[in-house]
């Protein structure tokens, strides 16, 4: 018997939308529970007994439960290997992990909610804070992905890569980033988020969402 999953996610969260975009991808079946940020409700008594960093996503996994989107990432491709995201390469399986950690180690933290409030409580200041990153890494990213011309970010198959990558796009449109300026990186956006998968995982399509 499949051991039940549930997510704890927040609709706009890019490491939600990596978790939730590759569960959807193995088809893999799971309890959907949103944790809204903006209401403060990861830092609930309840919320913090599942996950004591207060953040989201994370994956209940019958009893036990993990945070860390990569992590969890990590978990499912092993445990569902089936639809793989990374090569079997060593050497490009490393590539990709390393495309996926410019996004997901190099870009998103920096402007992440809780380090924007920190800076600024001011919304145009936090933005434009967040924009100035998203365009920093996005330059060193798209150098990168010049060298693997294809529909994604590693070729002909979705990847790692790309579950990083797509969520962080999304993020860059929301705060004025002008993607003409990387059209590897804008092109791969335009070819993922047209796929059933993704679109399945998308904030839009999670409970909670606002226009």
């Known amino acids: 018997?499949?051991?039940?999953?549930?997510?704890?996610?927040?609709?706009?969260?890019?490491?939600?939308?990596?978790?939730?975009?590759?569960?959807?991808?193995?088809?893999?079946?799971?309890?959907?529970?949103?944790?809204?940020?903006?209401?403060?409700?990861?830092?609930?008594?309840?919320?913090?007994?599942?996950?004591?960093?207060?953040?989201?996503?994370?994956?209940?996994?019958?009893?036990?439960?993990?945070?860390?989107?990569?992590?969890?990432?990590?978990?499912?491709?092993?445990?569902?290997?089936?639809?793989?995201?990374?090569?079997?390469?060593?050497?490009?399986?490393?590539?990709v992990r390393e495309m996926a950690l410019m996004v997901v180690a190099g870009i998103q933290p920096v402007q992440n909610l809780k380090v924007g409030r920190f800076y600024s409580e001011d919304q145009k200041q936090r933005e434009a804070w967040n924009k100035h990153f998203i365009e920093e890494g996005f330059q060193a990213l798209e150098k990168k992905l010049a060298a693997y011309p294809g529909p994604f970010a590693f070729g002909s198959q979705l990847t790692l890569a790309d579950i990083a990558l797509v969520p962080q796009v999304y993020n860059a449109l929301r705060v004025g980033v002008e993607m003409r300026r990387f059209p590897r990186i804008e092109a791969i956006y335009s070819h993922c988020i047209k796929t059933d998968e993704c679109e399945k995982a998308a904030p839009h399509r999670q409970p909670g969402a606002q226009p």
């Open 1 to 95: 018997m499949q051991t039940a999953l549930t997510l704890y996610h927040y609709w706009r969260s890019s490491c939600s939308w990596r978790v939730r975009w590759v569960l959807a991808l193995k088809g893999v079946p799971y309890e959907s529970i949103p944790v809204n940020l903006l209401q403060g409700e990861q830092k609930a008594e309840a919320y913090l007994a599942v996950n004591p960093s207060g953040q989201v996503p994370t994956l209940k996994v019958g009893e036990r439960c993990l945070s860390e989107s990569m992590a969890i990432i990590e978990w499912l491709e092993e445990t569902y290997p089936y639809e793989p995201i990374l090569p079997k390469d060593p050497w490009d399986r490393a590539l």
